[in-house]
Structures are given as structure tokens and as C-alpha cells.
């Protein structure tokens, strides 16, 4: 008989099923329920520009609670949904080329539009979060937030990658949706998982739909006229919590061109 130990586990290997849970929850709550939060949001464009700042002041009423806030229920389970989907896609194989029938073919699907809405959001924090600033991005500023987000998708192109970024992030969830049912048990039977099927392609259809809204509303946006609008809100906020007004001299398309402003009033106002 041999003494010899046998080789020891890696981390993930001994702690696997609970990481694996962590991993599935996680996509649900925080990280897709923020993505269905935002893109709503973000929909709310299509109400007008008013609409949109009313719900962008909402969030950032937070203020300096709105950083940490944004790190422990956004960035942070995003990190870790990412690193633990990339190392199962690293572990995984797909044979959608040999067997191509519909599961695989949402196996792979999942796991390529996993990595494509990544370097989207990657990208997205770069180009409008206030995070994104030293590097030439940071371009939505809160306090003219159509107005801002309009003029930074006035590329077609930009405006192309959006939409296919968003189609990707709304596909990873709403399939998700049903290999998370799969994976804790929620639907077994082949009526079930059709019925739950059925179910996610709902929900990627609406999320879709009002994510390219979004896109729609802030390209037909009147930039002129939102930023009169965003002006008259800020005065009227600044009224309200009896802080001084802006400044009369100030020309009225500056505060779209502008970023957010010093890094102090970023680290108060937060990011998008």
C-alpha cells in the first residue's frame, strides 16, 4: 500500500457546488436585477428628457452613499459573476458543432454573449461612468443627463455597439433565468422547463425593446431643448435644498460639454 497523499483540491474544487450557487444567484439578484432597473431607467428617455432627470436625481439623492452603494451591489458581484464565468467557460467545452440541438446551442450562446456583454460593460463604465474620466471618457454628467448621454451617442457607431452590447447582456440574463430554475431545482419536468422557457424568452423580448427604446429616444432627443429643460430642474433642485444657484454668466450648452465637474463633486454625485 502507498503512503503518498493524494493531491490536494484547488479552492474552487473543494468549495464547487456553493460558488457554483453564488455564481447562478448572483446573475439574479444584484447584477440582473440592476440591469433591469437600468435599462427601465434609461427607457424613461421616451418620456421626455424631464422624465430622465427626474429618475437620474432620484438615484443620485443618495449622494456620498451613492459610491458605496455602487460597489458593494454593482461592480462588486458583477467581479465576481465575471471571474467565476470565466472559468467555467474556461472549463467548459462547447459541441454545439457535433450535437447541435437547442441545448447546447443556448449553452454556447450564453457563454459568447457572457464575454461580449463584459467588455461591454467594461467599455460603458469607461465611456459615461464618472470612473472612465482619466481615461478620456465620463461623459454622462448627472446633473444634464439625457442632454449628456444623447451627445455621447451621436456616433452610429456608438450607437451600434450600445445596441449590441445590450442585446447581449438582455440574452445572458433572460436565458439565465432558465439555466438558474435548472441549476436550484425550480423546474424539472420537460413541461416545466418549456413553461420557464417561454417565460425568459418574455422577458428578453420586453428588456430588449426597452433598451433599443432607450437608444431611439436619446438619438430623436433635442439636445437644446433637454438641456433647457435640465436647467430649469437643476435651478429648481438647488432651490429646494437651498444651495446657490449656478451661475447667471454660465452659457447654457456648457454644462452639456462639460464633464460632472471636479473630482470632488464626482466622488459626492456618483456615477450613472
Known amino acids: 500500500m502507498s503512503d503518498a497523499s493524494p493531491p490536494s483540491r484547488s479552492f ?8 457554483y450557487r453564488l455564481f447562478s444567484l448572483s446573475g439574479l439578484v444584484p447584477v440582473g436585477a440592476f440591469l433591469v432597473v437600468h435599462l427601465l431607467t434609461n427607457a424613461s428617455v421616451l418620456g421626455g428628457p424631464g422624465a430622465f432627470q427626474s429618475r437620474v436625481n432620484l438615484i443620485h439623492s443618495l449622494g ?12 462588486l458581484p458583477m467581479l465576481f459573476h465575471a471571474t467565476v464565468g470565466f472559468v467555467i467557460i474556461a472549463n467548459g467545452l462547447p459541441n454545439v458543432g457535433s450535437y447541435p440541438y437547442a441545448g447546447n446551442v443556448r449553452y454556447t450562446l450564453q457563454r459568447a454573449t457572457g464575454m461580449i456583454a463584459f467588455a461591454f460593460i467594461l ?11 482619466p481615461l478620456g471618457g465620463g461623459r454622462f454628467d448627472p446633473h444634464h443627463a439625457s ?8 456616433s452610429p457607431l456608438v450607437t451600434a455597439m450600445y445596441a449590441i452590447g445590450i442585446l447581449s447582456a438582455v ?12 441549476t436550484w431545482g425550480l423546474w424539472t419536468s420537460p413541461a416545466a422547463m418549456r413553461r420557464a422557457s417561454a417565460v425568459s424568452i418574455v422577458v428578453g423580448v420586453l428588456l430588449g425593446a ?3 427604446g432607450a437608444l431611439g429616444g436619446m ?54
Open 210 to 212: 426597452a433598451g433599443l
Open 171 to 182: 440574452f445572458h440574463f433572460a436565458n439565465g433565468l432558465w439555466s438558474l430554475g435548472i
Open 219 to 272: 438619438r430623436a432627443l433635442d439636445v437644446d431643448a433637454a438641456v433647457t429643460i435640465e436647467k430649469r430642474m437643476e435651478e429648481f433642485k438647488r432651490l429646494q435644498e437651498g444651495t446657490p444657484p449656478m451661475p447667471a454668466t454660465e452659457p447654457r450648452g456648457r454644462a452639456v460639454s462639460r464633464r460632472s465637474g471636479a473630482a470632488d463633486e464626482a466622488a459626492r454625485d456618483g456615477g450613472r
Open 123 to 133: 467599455w460603458h463604465v469607461i465611456h459615461l461612468h464618472w470612473l472612465g474620466a
Open 147 to 154: 442632454s449628456s448621454t444623447a451627445q455621447a451617442l451621436a
Open 12 to 19: 474552487l474544487g473543494r468549495h464547487q457546488f456553493l460558488i
Open 64 to 75: 456620498p452613499l451613492l459610491v458605496p452603494v455602487e460597489w458593494a451591489f454593482i461592480f
